[in-house]
């Protein structure tokens, strides 16, 4: 990662995005199957009301392997994964790095997030995500949405099997604290992407506050 793309004050270096599709009814279940870590900000999707977002941190990959590996050595993990399978319908996670400070989705930090929107960005090449990045921020600044938090797919090898993350792909995924539209991309930021970036417009559900037991 380049340095001059990130930002000072950043918290959690490494975050999991969690994108849960869950069987009907099953959010609310989900929240306490899910929330393990301490670290986690949950979102429900506006529209989708089976889907969750979560968004856990780290500050690292060694952190992560020691937080996970002690979460799923506890007695109470058995029982959880199973009832994590039973809710879910389909999802996927993202391993991705910050690229600018978190403020405000408050990872762990007691205060409730903010509603917000995330725009997920499918790159067509990894060289492509320092330029995108910057112009992207700098269009959404000139339309008055200033970005919060912005990440990009962390390319390292996943060392936690028990959690698989997305593989062979370059993602950008930009968070605004707004409701407001989301301006069009410019031809430019478009011929970057394999296809038009996926718009969520999350509002946040709770922080978990459990942790391995």
Not at 73 to 90: I, K, M, Q, T, V
Request: proline content about 7%.
């Amino acid at each position: 990662m380049n340095a001059h793309w990130t930002e000072a004050g950043r918290t959690w270096p490494l975050i999991e995005f969690h994108d849960l599709r869950c069987e009907r009814g099953g959010r609310e279940a989900m929240i306490g199957v899910a929330g393990l870590a301490g670290t986690e900000s949950f979102f429900s999707v506006m529209g989708e009301p089976d889907r969750l977002v979560m968004i856990r941190g780290f500050s690292g990959m060694d952190a992560r392997r020691e937080v996970l590996t002690q979460i799923h050595a506890g007695p109470a993990w058995a029982e959880r994964r199973r009832s994590y399978a039973d809710l879910l319908r389909e999802g996927s996670v993202r391993l991705v790095r910050t690229l600018s400070p978190e403020r405000n989705l408050n990872l762990g930090g007691g205060a409730r997030p903010l509603p917000c929107v995330a725009l997920v960005s499918d790159l067509r090449f990894p060289e492509q995500i320092g330029n995108y990045h910057l112009w992207l921020r700098l269009l959404l600044r000139k339309a008055g949405l200033d970005p919060i938090a912005s990440f990009a797919t962390l390319e390292a090898e996943n060392d936690v099997p028990s959690v698989p993350v997305r593989r062979y792909r370059s993602e950008h995924v930009g968070f605004v604290a707004t409701d407001a539209a989301v301006p069009e991309l410019p031809r430019e930021l478009r011929a970057m992407l394999r296809s038009p970036p996926e718009i969520l417009r999350l509002e946040p559900v709770r922080q978990a506050a459990l942790r391995a037991g």
